[in-house]
């Protein structure tokens, strides 16, 4: 009973500080900003309190935990290291709070947490964009509703993890349960295409089209799994090949978008000058884009974009500028241990369907990553919940491994 209540108070605090839901309420930056740093405090409490899981969860997916530290003493070589100090301290917290959560639940609990944590911000996403104008449009973007958050997108995404993690969760129960989910998943759908979000919508199309057909191949979810991979990759190389092809312009005009991505590939080709500047160690963490920055004086002019862009809009890229090579190093590596640990819980584990839906979370992660960063973001949801499943599927695959190793002892004594 003590740890349901600690998860229900970890719901809680997630809903507030993975949001922007007491910037959209209060509509002032300042003040949401510093409740939201007190609301740190208590997510602080409950990781010392289960300090043996965040141990736990670090030696499982320690490359996420490397490179989390080096963002810290990143503000070492920073330009502006009072800057990174500040936004390290919440990076390291929330971070802390995911590796906690892997560990402490198990992978289905975790799933179900997820769910309901999607569920929860898609009925206080409609609740805001009916009683608040602010959550209906904030310019640049005109109309387009963002909920309990700052951005369209960040709508998007999560409409897409609600529509995503509520249908597996349905699943799960009967009854009132499935209900509840069921509703929470159309009005994740609703909400996904009211955001106009396109990046998440296409997501959403191939997750969901993934999951339906893992279902079809029952017993076969290595082969399916490698065969997403591939797909993953065509899909990928294939709109590469269009967006510097003739064919772009016309193809984009089909979905209402220029084929530079909403200005994301001039932004790139911009910011990938500056990454070459610090290419081993980065900028330190976030001070790349601190507001006196004389660099970005110079973005919105070379570019002819028209705003000031306040991140790369690439998870990869805004690796590079905090941390730069050393950075993604690690985090690549933490990639191949969360894929080596999902094709080895679908080896050995007869109830695959939770460790296939992780693995489309964490293509949701990457994909997600194109076009949007949330790799190493502070007071986010969604690289809170990849640190806490990543944490888990690895943990998952270490148990399998110890178990072998105790089974093939035991049956070769001499």
């Known amino acids: 009973m003590f740890n349901r209540l600690v998860l229900a108070m970890c719901l809680c605090l997630l809903i507030v500080v993975g949001t922007h839901l007491l910037a959209i309420v209060f509509w002032q930056k300042g003040i949401a900003n510093k409740i939201g ?102 310019p640049p973007w005109g109309d387009t509703w963002n909920g309990i958050f700052l951005h369209k997108n960040g709508l998007g995404t999560a409409a897409m993890s609600a529509l995503l993690t ?43 089209t993934a999951l339906y057909f893992s ?53 790139w080709e911009l910011v990938w000058h500056h990454v070459m500047d610090r290419f081993w160690i980065g900028f330190g963490y976030a001070a790349h884009w601190y507001e006196n920055a004389p ?13 000031l862009p306040h991140y790369s809009h690439n998870g990869m890229l805004e690796t590079f500028l905090n941390v730069g090579f050393v950075g993604i190093s690690l985090l690549f590596l933490g990639l191949f241990r969360f894929f080596f640990s999902v094709f080895y819980g679908l080896r050995y584990i007869p109830d695959r369907e939770p460790i296939v839906f992780v693995f489309i979370m964490g293509m949701v992660f990457i994909f997600s990553n194109i076009t949007e960063s949330s790799v190493m973001e502070r007071m986010s949801a969604t690289w809170i919940f990849f640190v806490a499943f990543t944490t888990k599927i690895n943990l998952v695959a270490k148990t399998l491994r110890v178990a072998a190793r105790a089974n093939y002892a035991a049956t070769h004594q001499v």
């Not at 490397?66 to 500040?86: E, G, K, N, R």
């Not at 499935?178 to 997501?203: C, D, M, P, Y």
């Open 37 to 138: 740093i007190m609301f740190l405090i208590p997510i602080i409490g409950i990781v010392l309190l289960y300090f043996r899981h965040l141990i736990r969860g670090a030696i499982s997916s320690p490359e996420i935990a490397i490179l989390v530290i080096i963002a810290a003493f990143s503000i070492a070589w920073s330009d502006f290291p009072s800057h990174s100090l500040q936004r390290a301290v919440p990076l390291v917290v929330t971070t802390g709070f995911g590796l906690m959560l892997g560990s402490m639940a198990s992978l289905r609990g975790l799933l179900i947490f997820m769910a309901t944590f999607f569920c929860i911000i898609m009925v206080l996403t409609l609740c805001a964009i009916i009683a608040l104008p602010q959550a209906r449009g904030i």
């Open 166 to 208: 509520c249908s597996y969760a349905s699943r799960q129960f009967s009854g009132r349960l499935k209900t509840v989910f069921v509703a929470a998943a159309v009005l994740g759908l609703f909400l996904l295409i009211a955001s106009e979000s396109r990046t998440s919508q296409i997501v959403a199309l191939i997750s969901m």
């Open 215 to 267: 279902r079809l191949m029952r017993n076969m979810e290595i082969i399916w799994a490698i065969g997403y991979l591939l797909f993953s990759v065509f899909i990928v190389g294939l709109v590469a090949f269009l967006l510097a092809s003739t064919l772009a312009e016309p193809l984009f005009s089909l979905i209402g978008r220029k084929p530079t991505l909403s200005e994301r590939i001039p932004i």
């Open 295 to 307: 660099h970005l004086s110079v973005y919105s002019s070379k570019a002819n974009l028209g705003f």
